[in-house]
């Protein structure tokens, strides 16, 4: 199972996206035997490599808003002594 195949959210795997959607077009029944499988499997390394990449984005995001919140809130604190 993978995620919708939404070009627009996984830049990162455009060129694989399009081909394997080409081949799902292009094997209609043969996307149920096997006939895409190499592609899939290359999909899903590409979107793995893709979440890496978003989490550590997110983790350094994260950070900064701790960061920021603890300054508001040392901030606040010493207003209010």
Known sequence: MHPPLTLY???M???IIEAF???HS???VGKF???CTELKIKLDRCFRQEKV???K???E???????????YRKETANEGN
């Open 53 to 55: 990449v978003k989490r």
């Open 26 to 28: 292009d094997h209609p």
């Open 57 to 59: 984005k997110n983790l």
């Open 33 to 35: 035997f096997g006939e």
């Open 13 to 15: 795997c455009a060129e």
């Open 61 to 71: 995001k994260s950070k900064k808003l701790r960061e920021t919140l603890q300054a």
């Open 9 to 11: 959210k996984h830049p």
């Open 21 to 23: 959607l080409k081949c």
